[in-house]
């Protein structure tokens, strides 16, 4: 059969997989799309992100050194977003979860990062924003450790 799906997990090919495993995947799915994309944005367009960080932490502690920041989340963007990406082709060709636990921990750090800048910047309706994205990189971490 080309799909099955049982209380036990679903199959695939003749290739089975667990629903904690699919719970991960779709966790580490998530992860990639959000902290790749950000970090591609941020290398891409990175003069409209200096602009606007300039515009945003104007006024606060972060006004003359926001520059060192557009250096520091894009790579911890980017290791979120690559090691969910692996995390999910790891758990699909059966090799382990290393790469998913490393990720999300990294989506965790990024999001934590970016909270404080936000909240530094006083601007408290983009912090609620990231809140959900740390939620699930924590649901994440949770459920690798299971």
């Known amino acids: 059969m080309l799909l099955e799906f049982s209380e036990t997990g679903v199959v695939l090919l003749s290739q089975e997989w667990g629903w904690l495993d699919i719970i991960r995947m779709l966790v580490s799915g998530f992860l990639a799309a959000i902290y790749l994309q950000s970090g591609i944005d941020k290398?891409?367009?990175?003069?409209?992100?200096?602009?606007?960080?300039g515009e945003h932490f104007s006024g606060t502690v972060l006004a003359g050194s926001f520059r060192y920041g557009l250096a520091?989340?894009?790579?911890?963007?980017?290791l979120?977003?690559?090691?969910?990406?692996?995390?999910v082709a790891w758990l699909l060709l059966g090799w382990g979860i290393v790469p998913g636990i490393v990720g999300a921990l990294f989506a965790a750090v990024s999001s934590c990062i970016l909270m404080a800048g936000q909240r530094l910047?006083?601007?408290?309706?983009g912090a609620t924003a990231l809140v959900p994205y740390f939620l699930v990189a924590i649901i994440g971490l949770y459920f690798y450790q299971l």
Do not use: C
């Not at 520091?72 to 980017?78: A, D, I, K, N, R």
């Not at 910047?121 to 309706?125: G, T, V």
């Open 43 to 53: 290398i891409v367009d990175r003069q409209g992100n200096l602009d606007f960080m």
């Open 80 to 87: 979120a977003g690559a090691l969910s990406a692996a995390g």
């Open 72 to 78: 520091v989340v894009p790579v911890t963007e980017l």
């Open 121 to 125: 910047a006083k601007d408290y309706i």
